[in-house]
């Protein structure tokens, strides 16, 4: 293989008029980091002038070069320029002088079309924009060019929605308009389907109402949090889809009211205010997980104790606080096992057989009875809002690495391109 070949291999260069010597590398220091140089010469004959558009003929004549400093990507992980003396020609017809193009960077700038693919490319990484304008040796505004350049908004098919949806909402801008924005996917695969600026009920529905009613029709079931509005929007819009109540919601939502519980009472009772608060875990753990064999010294305790000895010497200490356990308990395994018929008796029967439970997990009991139907549903499918939740830590993630976003459209493409929903505009040597 040549010493050109190898040049034009190694530096990804397509453009055939474009020559080295001898003397094509250098090291050189530029804005203080150790970068390689490589020199490059231009040259073809035009077929006609940028200016007037005149035909080449022998009214052109040579007007010697200019000297063009052009970001490569790395090479070996230093930063790479290409010094490119492009040829100028004067046109007589016109009396007007033009450089020489070339494919592998746009005209009037200065960064390759591969650094700007390379950029663009790993725009779907989770990395800050900040931490991808060093990797390539561009600036934060050229990545945010480059992004908005190469992709384009994601938009939705109003003709078309899966059979099973998930709902839920994630904090994104401060210049949003409303203060969670909304997201919903396909239950089945997990692929984002869109993402609503404002999750409040009168913008879920002119949103909606954009997709026919052949397509609203069509969903069998959509699985929700504890949101109120989504059921009046499902219950409008959606006349065929059963609702399922997510049964993460629903647990954590008593494990938080036995955890506040818990928490009051040991405040209370500064005799075990180090037992209560060293071993909240044990209290919130499902009780079949409980370790009853393996006796063993523990901290606050002088005896011998297992797992379920220090949850029942906590019991004790409240009745409130066991009954509210105890109810938490019957809850959790009803919802976890699929057993309506629990579920159903355990509610049923809440005076009768925990009559002390706390105010808050009264509280949270008058959520379950109100969402009951939704919660039965969940026992008899196997859908879940996990698929979306995990599309909401990686979005916290995106957010986090970047320390936040202001624009609400730009924070939303990046959303869509991390997760391969972004489209890309055709041809890749767009300016930017």
Request: a positive charge; charged letters at 25%; one cysteine or more.
């Amino acid at each position: 293989m040549s010493q050109y070949n190898c040049i034009v291999k190694v530096l990804n260069l397509k453009d055939e008029n474009i020559s080295f010597n001898e003397n094509f590398y250098s090291e050189e220091i530029i804005k203080g980091v150790r970068s390689q140089i490589y020199y490059g010469t231009l040259t073809y004959q035009p077929q006609y002038c940028y200016s007037c558009g005149c035909v080449f003929d022998n009214q052109f004549e040579k007007h010697g070069f200019k000297t063009s400093t052009i970001t490569l990507p790395k090479v070996s992980n230093m930063n790479a320029y290409l010094k490119l003396r492009k040829q100028r020609y004067k046109c007589h017809h016109c009396n007007s002088t033009f450089t020489l193009k070339t494919s592998i960077v746009n005209q009037h700038c200065y960064i390759s079309n591969n650094t700007k693919v390379a950029v663009a490319l790993a725009a779907s990484n989770k990395i800050s924009e900040c931490d991808l304008a060093k990797e390539h040796n561009v600036s934060h505004s050229t990545v945010n060019r480059v992004i908005n350049s190469f992709y384009e908004v994601h938009k939705p098919n109003y003709n078309y929605l899966p059979e099973q949806l998930c709902f839920d909402e994630f904090k994104s801008v401060k210049s949003s308009v409303g203060a969670m924005s909304f997201l919903f996917c396909d239950a089945h695969n997990g692929s984002i389907i869109d993402i609503v600026e404002d999750r409040r009920l009168n913008s879920l529905i002119k949103y909606f109402q954009r997709y026919t009613k052949k397509a609203r029709r069509s969903v069998k079931l959509i699985v929700i949090d504890m949101y109120k509005p989504y059921i009046q929007l499902i219950k409008m819009l959606f006349p065929n889809a059963k609702i399922v109540m997510d049964k993460f919601h629903i647990i954590q939502l008593i494990s938080r009211s036995l955890n506040k519980t818990r928490v009051r009472i040991m405040n209370q009772d500064k005799k075990n205010y180090n037992k209560f608060k060293r071993y909240w875990k044990l209290i919130l753990k499902d009780r079949a997980k409980l370790d009853i064999k393996n006796y063993r010294k523990v901290y606050c305790f002088k005896q011998m104790m297992c797992e379920e000895d220090i949850v029942n010497y906590l019991l004790d200490q409240s009745k409130e606080l066991r009954d509210t356990y105890e109810l938490y308990q019957d809850l959790l395994h009803s919802i976890k096992n699929k057993n309506p018929e629990l579920f159903t008796t355990t509610l049923d029967q809440i005076e009768q057989e925990y009559p002390n439970i706390s105010a808050y997990m009264k509280t949270s009991v008058k959520s379950i009875r109100k969402n009951k139907s939704y919660i039965l549903n969940l026992m008899s499918t196997n859908y879940t809002n996990g698929v979306i939740e995990g599309i909401n830590n990686k979005i916290k993630v995106i957010k986090r690495i970047a320390f936040g976003y202001r624009s609400y459209h730009h924070f939303k493409l990046r959303i869509l391109i991390s997760h391969g929903m972004g489209i890309m505009k055709k041809g890749l040597s767009h300016s930017a």
